[in-house]
């Protein structure tokens, strides 16, 4: 675990488990769990505020950079690499001419995408406002595809895989990072017991995720080979409870699950922050907030895609090699 600053378990379903997506890009989500409209206006408003926001990349820099790391790690040039929801741009900061001569930053939007567009950077950039959910892209177009933190805000996520998947040519890869099931597993736990503490019963107040388990069988469902997943966490200590969901908010990482509520009572509230404090609070005073990240690469499969032996074929065995 990493802390970017010097057990009580969040009880959930998988994503699977929770709510059933549709599986085909081309039909509408089974189910809706997010409003994307409320979330792009969130994105604007973050976005709005340019100190702020700039103040608290300091949590999706750390993960582009891990994203950059991992396509750093495939010995290819590559020519144009498309950032889904990019945001400002976050991974723009972590590639150099040596992995890419362009990167095509898209994001839904707008005052995001451009928030810093008077920067320069090691490779050239273009901008295109697109929904994560419906991809312009032609099928068998693309080269590379990356995604961080953002398509755990998507409601049909085996379909925006999907259409990545057929987006990118043979061969192509796609890396993406996003939060997993126990983010914030503090803050949800602490928010649940003041609720039904104060109000007698508990609403979402932090949006569902998915878990590593969930992730592998989407990849292999929408059609990507040579899957891998792994998980990270990353830990960052603030004053309260109340500086934590400033920062989600500035961030543009507030709550859009369709059945929130408009607003939680203020001394709801203050319970929740107490509690916080109480049951994961640190000697100093601070409270650790864990924000686990799941990290997916996939292959769209092509000739020279390598292929898993046959069941028996191994001419030593286990024991030997260890």
């Known amino acids: 675990m990493l802390s ?22 081309s039909t509408p989500a089974a189910f809706q769990v997010f409003d994307r409209q409320a979330k792009k206006l969130q994105r604007d408003r973050a976005a709005t505020d340019k100190e702020q926001s700039r103040i608290v990349d300091y949590l999706k820099d750390e993960v582009a950079a891990r994203v950059a790391d991992r396509l750093l790690d495939i010995k290819r040039e590559f020519n144009a690499v498309v950032d889904l929801g990019s945001g400002s741009g976050h991974i723009v900061k972590h590639v150099d001419s040596d992995m890419l001569n362009k990167l095509i930053m898209c994001d839904m939007s707008e005052k995001a995408l451009y928030r810093d ?10 901008r295109m406002v697109v929904d994560e959910e419906n991809l312009p892209f032609e099928e068998n177009s693309l080269e590379a595809v990356v995604s961080s933190l953002s398509l755990n805000w998507v409601n049909d996520l085996p ?35 003041a609720e039904v503490e104060r109000e007698g019963g508990i609403s979402p107040r932090v949006s569902p995720m998915a878990d590593s388990n969930d992730i592998s ?4 469902r929408a059609g990507f080979t040579l899957t891998t997943v792994d998980i990270d966490e990353i830990q960052v200590n603030y004053p309260s409870a109340f500086e934590l969901m400033d920062d989600l908010r500035a961030m543009g990482e507030n709550n859009a699950v369709l059945t929130r509520r408009p ?12 509690i916080y404090k109480e049951l994961h609070g640190d000697e100093d005073g601070s409270i650790p907030a864990t924000f686990q990240i799941i990290y997916m690469i996939g292959w769209k499969p092509s000739e020279v895609t390598p292929q898993p032996k046959e069941r028996g074929s191994a001419t030593k065995s286990l024991k030997e090699v260890l």
């Open 117 to 126: 567009a008077d920067q320069d950077y090691e490779v050239e950039v273009e």
């Open 159 to 193: 379909g925006a895989l999907i259409q990545i998947r057929r987006a990118l040519k043979e061969d192509g890869v796609f890396i993406g990072a996003m939060f997993g099931g126990d983010t914030l597993f503090e803050l949800r736990t602490s928010m649940q017991l």
């Open 263 to 274: 607003f939680m009572k203020r001394d709801t509230l203050m319970a929740a922050a107490s």
């Open 217 to 220: 069988r989407l990849l292999s």
């Open 4 to 25: 970017l600053s010097t057990p009580f378990r969040i009880l959930r379903q998988p994503l699977c488990q929770s709510f059933r997506r549709s599986s085909t890009a």
